[in-house]
């Protein structure tokens, strides 16, 4: 089973994958987390060049190539091996995260996007099987970022407006996907937000 996890920089993704981990970890499951870009050595290199700030100049198909090429090596190096034995692979971002930050934050084409995320899984064999949205407002999104005192990444030093693009990219692919995504209000506690995730985790693997 995949399980991924989407939403704005700072809208407390981490946090949850790391509870939910721990949880079906204690109910017997052997679990995985992966992020994305990232999570082997050959995406991770990938991942230092998206989020470099001297690669201001990076053009948007560049971006969106380097995401589409990070993914692919994840899903063949590590997903489908875990998978093969048994393993939940929890994801913080993947699919949705491409669509919402390029398609809709750089304004390039989701229908190619779609067929570039189809073909880095396999024709959509590797799609997640579950997504929760962590919907956060963008302001407060941004105000957690600016507050952690780290330096932001290329990635994360943008405009408001860009923040606002991504909010609504997120919430229409939700409404495109409703059986597979879900939104749950990230303006709340850590522990509220996770009673929510176990809830569905739990009604669909009869934990």
């Known amino acids: 089973m995949i399980i991924s996890f989407e939403g704005l920089d700072g809208c407390g993704k981490s946090t949850q994958i790391i509870k939910l981990k721990e949880y079906l970890e204690r109910s017997g499951k052997k679990v ?89 899984t396999h024709n959509g064999v590797y799609f997640p099987d579950l997504t929760f949205f962590i919907d956060l407002d963008p302001r407060i999104s941004l105000n957690r970022i600016n507050t952690r005192g780290e330096e932001l990444n290329r990635m994360e030093a943008v405009k408001f407006e860009f923040f606002e693009k991504i909010y609504k990219g997120f919430n229409e692919i939700r409404d495109k996907n409703p059986d597979r995504i879900v939104r749950i209000d990230g303006s709340s506690s850590p522990d509220n937000v996770f009673d929510k995730v176990k809830l569905e985790v739990t009604e669909r693997l009869n934990l």
Request: charged fraction near 30%.
């Open 32 to 120: 995985k987390i992966l992020r994305e870009p990232g999570g082997n050595s050959i995406s991770e290199k990938i991942r230092d060049i998206l989020l470099d700030k001297k690669n201001l100049n990076m053009t948007n198909e560049t971006e969106l190539l380097l995401y589409i090429a990070s993914r692919a090596q994840l899903v063949r190096e590590e997903i489908i091996p875990l998978l093969d034995d048994g393993i939940i692979v929890l994801l913080d971002r993947f699919i949705d995260s491409t669509t919402a930050y390029q398609g809709y934050g750089r304004e390039m084409d989701t229908d190619l996007i779609n067929r570039l995320n189809l073909f880095a």
